[in-house]
Protein backbone atom coordinates (compact mmCIF):
# COMPACT_ATOMS: atom_id res chain seq x y z
CA UNK A 1 0.00 0.00 0.00
CA UNK A 2 2.53 2.46 1.00
CA UNK A 3 4.34 1.95 -2.31
CA UNK A 4 1.78 3.09 -3.84
CA UNK A 5 2.21 6.36 -2.90
CA UNK A 6 5.71 6.33 -3.55
CA UNK A 7 6.48 5.53 0.16
CA UNK A 8 9.69 3.39 0.43
CA UNK A 9 10.40 3.59 -3.53
CA UNK A 10 14.27 3.46 -4.07
CA UNK A 11 15.56 6.95 -5.68
CA UNK A 12 18.90 6.41 -5.99
CA UNK A 13 17.60 5.54 -9.88
CA UNK A 14 16.11 8.91 -9.86
CA UNK A 15 19.12 10.75 -8.51
CA UNK A 16 21.37 9.31 -10.93
CA UNK A 17 19.58 9.99 -13.71
CA UNK A 18 18.87 13.65 -12.98
CA UNK A 19 22.94 14.03 -12.64
CA UNK A 20 23.72 12.43 -16.23
CA UNK A 21 21.04 14.97 -17.13
CA UNK A 22 23.00 17.70 -15.35
CA UNK A 23 26.53 16.47 -16.83
CA UNK A 24 25.00 15.84 -20.21
CA UNK A 25 23.68 19.41 -20.38
CA UNK A 26 27.38 20.73 -18.67
CA UNK A 27 29.08 19.06 -21.40
CA UNK A 28 27.30 20.54 -24.62
CA UNK A 29 27.54 23.83 -23.20
CA UNK A 30 31.15 23.86 -22.73
CA UNK A 31 31.59 21.64 -26.16
CA UNK A 32 29.64 24.64 -27.86
CA UNK A 33 31.78 27.33 -26.12
CA UNK A 34 34.92 25.83 -27.00
CA UNK A 35 34.10 25.59 -30.43
CA UNK A 36 32.99 28.73 -30.89
CA UNK A 37 36.26 30.22 -28.66
CA UNK A 38 38.60 28.68 -31.16
CA UNK A 39 37.10 30.18 -33.90
CA UNK A 40 36.56 33.66 -32.49
CA UNK A 41 40.07 33.09 -31.55
CA UNK A 42 41.41 32.25 -35.49
CA UNK A 43 39.41 34.95 -36.78
CA UNK A 44 41.09 37.60 -34.55
CA UNK A 45 44.22 36.78 -34.97
CA UNK A 46 43.85 36.86 -39.31
CA UNK A 47 43.79 33.06 -39.27
CA UNK A 48 41.38 30.46 -41.23
CA UNK A 49 38.47 28.99 -39.08
CA UNK A 50 40.07 25.18 -40.75
CA UNK A 51 43.06 25.34 -39.47
CA UNK A 52 42.58 24.58 -36.22
CA UNK A 53 39.44 22.59 -34.51
CA UNK A 54 38.64 21.63 -31.08
CA UNK A 55 36.84 18.27 -29.29
CA UNK A 56 35.84 18.23 -25.69
CA UNK A 57 37.21 15.11 -24.17
CA UNK A 58 35.18 15.84 -20.36
CA UNK A 59 33.88 18.73 -18.96
CA UNK A 60 34.81 20.79 -16.36
CA UNK A 61 33.43 20.63 -12.81
CA UNK A 62 33.78 22.76 -9.51
CA UNK A 63 36.68 21.10 -8.84
CA UNK A 64 38.88 21.06 -11.91
CA UNK A 65 38.80 22.09 -15.33
CA UNK A 66 37.66 20.59 -18.48
CA UNK A 67 39.62 18.71 -20.79
CA UNK A 68 40.23 19.51 -24.41
CA UNK A 69 41.86 18.76 -27.17
CA UNK A 70 43.15 21.44 -30.26
CA UNK A 71 43.52 19.63 -33.81
CA UNK A 72 45.28 21.19 -36.40
CA UNK A 73 43.37 20.07 -39.12
CA UNK A 74 45.67 22.03 -42.08
CA UNK A 75 49.57 21.84 -41.64
CA UNK A 76 51.22 25.86 -41.72
CA UNK A 77 54.74 25.89 -41.26
CA UNK A 78 54.60 29.58 -40.31
CA UNK A 79 51.41 28.55 -37.70
CA UNK A 80 53.33 26.04 -35.71
CA UNK A 81 55.97 27.52 -33.73
CA UNK A 82 52.90 29.74 -32.36
CA UNK A 83 51.06 26.98 -31.27
CA UNK A 84 51.92 27.79 -27.28
CA UNK A 85 50.64 31.20 -27.70
CA UNK A 86 47.56 30.37 -29.66
CA UNK A 87 46.70 27.70 -26.27
CA UNK A 88 47.25 30.50 -24.13
CA UNK A 89 44.67 32.37 -25.34
CA UNK A 90 42.08 29.75 -25.99
CA UNK A 91 42.37 29.11 -22.23
CA UNK A 92 42.15 33.19 -21.29
CA UNK A 93 39.12 33.41 -23.60
CA UNK A 94 37.20 30.43 -21.89
CA UNK A 95 38.31 31.51 -18.41
CA UNK A 96 37.23 35.19 -19.23
CA UNK A 97 33.93 33.87 -20.56
CA UNK A 98 33.11 31.54 -18.16
CA UNK A 99 35.81 32.15 -15.07
CA UNK A 100 33.91 28.61 -13.60
CA UNK A 101 35.45 26.55 -15.86
CA UNK A 102 38.96 26.76 -14.50
CA UNK A 103 40.27 25.92 -17.65
CA UNK A 104 44.63 25.59 -17.35
CA UNK A 105 47.04 24.07 -19.40
CA UNK A 106 46.92 20.80 -17.76
CA UNK A 107 43.71 20.19 -19.53
CA UNK A 108 44.90 20.50 -23.04
CA UNK A 109 46.06 18.05 -25.61
CA UNK A 110 47.69 18.50 -29.43
CA UNK A 111 46.54 16.45 -32.61
CA UNK A 112 47.25 16.53 -35.87
CA UNK A 113 44.66 15.03 -38.15
CA UNK A 114 45.53 12.47 -40.82
CA UNK A 115 44.83 14.57 -43.30
CA UNK A 116 46.44 17.91 -42.61
CA UNK A 117 48.74 17.89 -44.90
CA UNK A 118 52.19 17.61 -43.28
CA UNK A 119 54.92 17.70 -46.32
CA UNK A 120 57.89 15.89 -44.18
CA UNK A 121 57.31 12.05 -43.67
CA UNK A 122 60.85 11.70 -42.21
CA UNK A 123 62.83 13.23 -39.62
CA UNK A 124 66.14 14.79 -40.83
CA UNK A 125 69.64 12.47 -40.00
CA UNK A 126 70.17 12.47 -36.22
CA UNK A 127 73.54 15.57 -36.78
CA UNK A 128 71.36 17.91 -38.09
CA UNK A 129 69.26 18.35 -35.15
CA UNK A 130 72.05 20.65 -33.10
CA UNK A 131 73.20 21.72 -36.05
CA UNK A 132 70.10 23.53 -37.18
CA UNK A 133 69.27 26.12 -35.32
CA UNK A 134 73.01 27.60 -35.01
CA UNK A 135 72.99 27.35 -39.18
CA UNK A 136 69.68 28.86 -39.08
CA UNK A 137 70.71 31.68 -36.73
CA UNK A 138 73.98 32.41 -39.16
CA UNK A 139 72.00 32.26 -41.95
CA UNK A 140 69.85 35.03 -40.55
CA UNK A 141 72.75 37.01 -39.39
CA UNK A 142 74.42 37.11 -42.42
CA UNK A 143 71.49 37.99 -44.25
CA UNK A 144 70.44 40.86 -42.24
CA UNK A 145 74.34 41.90 -42.29
CA UNK A 146 74.39 41.72 -46.54
CA UNK A 147 70.84 43.92 -46.57
CA UNK A 148 72.46 46.50 -44.46
CA UNK A 149 75.74 46.61 -46.84
CA UNK A 150 73.73 47.27 -49.97
CA UNK A 151 71.77 49.95 -47.93
CA UNK A 152 74.84 51.89 -47.28
CA UNK A 153 76.41 51.25 -50.66
CA UNK A 154 73.25 52.44 -52.14
CA UNK A 155 72.67 55.89 -50.38
CA UNK A 156 75.01 58.21 -52.15
CA UNK A 157 78.41 59.32 -49.98
CA UNK A 158 77.71 62.89 -48.65
CA UNK A 159 80.06 65.51 -48.77
CA UNK A 160 82.11 65.87 -46.31
CA UNK A 161 81.22 69.44 -44.33
CA UNK A 162 83.45 71.96 -43.14
CA UNK A 163 83.03 73.02 -39.40
CA UNK A 164 82.86 76.80 -40.68
CA UNK A 165 81.43 78.34 -43.88
CA UNK A 166 85.07 80.77 -44.34
CA UNK A 167 87.20 79.24 -47.08
CA UNK A 168 90.22 77.74 -45.88
CA UNK A 169 93.07 79.51 -45.67
CA UNK A 170 96.64 78.92 -47.15
CA UNK A 171 97.83 78.76 -42.66
CA UNK A 172 94.87 75.87 -42.70
CA UNK A 173 95.83 74.19 -45.63
CA UNK A 174 99.37 73.17 -43.08
CA UNK A 175 99.59 69.97 -41.23
CA UNK A 176 99.62 70.32 -37.94
CA UNK A 177 103.13 69.22 -37.32
CA UNK A 178 104.55 72.32 -39.67
CA UNK A 179 104.55 74.81 -37.34
CA UNK A 180 107.81 75.71 -38.04
CA UNK A 181 106.80 76.16 -42.14
CA UNK A 182 104.67 79.01 -40.74
CA UNK A 183 106.30 82.27 -41.51
CA UNK A 184 106.53 85.05 -38.63
CA UNK A 185 105.84 88.17 -38.58
CA UNK A 186 107.67 89.06 -34.84
CA UNK A 187 110.78 89.77 -34.58
CA UNK A 188 112.72 86.46 -32.71
CA UNK A 189 113.53 86.79 -29.40
CA UNK A 190 116.64 86.67 -27.75
CA UNK A 191 117.36 85.23 -23.80
CA UNK A 192 117.56 87.52 -21.04
CA UNK A 193 116.77 91.01 -21.32
CA UNK A 194 118.73 93.98 -23.19
CA UNK A 195 120.92 96.46 -20.50
CA UNK A 196 119.49 99.71 -20.33
CA UNK A 197 122.35 102.83 -21.84
CA UNK A 198 122.17 106.39 -19.69
CA UNK A 199 120.50 108.77 -22.15
CA UNK A 200 122.77 111.67 -23.78
CA UNK A 201 122.88 115.27 -22.66
CA UNK A 202 121.32 117.21 -25.94
CA UNK A 203 124.42 119.71 -26.38
CA UNK A 204 121.39 122.56 -28.22
CA UNK A 205 118.91 121.90 -25.24
CA UNK A 206 122.19 123.45 -22.67
CA UNK A 207 123.15 126.68 -24.96
CA UNK A 208 119.59 127.64 -25.09
CA UNK A 209 119.69 128.21 -20.77
CA UNK A 210 120.08 132.39 -20.17
Not at 92 to 110: E, I, M, T, Y
Not at 126 to 152: C, F, I
Not at 176 to 181: E, G, K, P, Y
Request: net charge neutral; glycine share 6%; aromatic share 8%.
Amino acid sequence: MLKNFSFGRDKTANSRLEEDRVAAARYTAQRELLRIVVKETLRNQGLQATWVGSELLSAGTQERGPEFRLVVQVWQDDLLRYLPAFQTLILAALNRVDPSLKASAQGVSWQFAADCGCPHDQLPHAPSWGKSLGVQALDAARQVAEVADLEVQSKPNAAAKQKFDLPASDMDRLHATDWDAIPSTYAATQPGFLTTQPAGIDPGKQNSKP
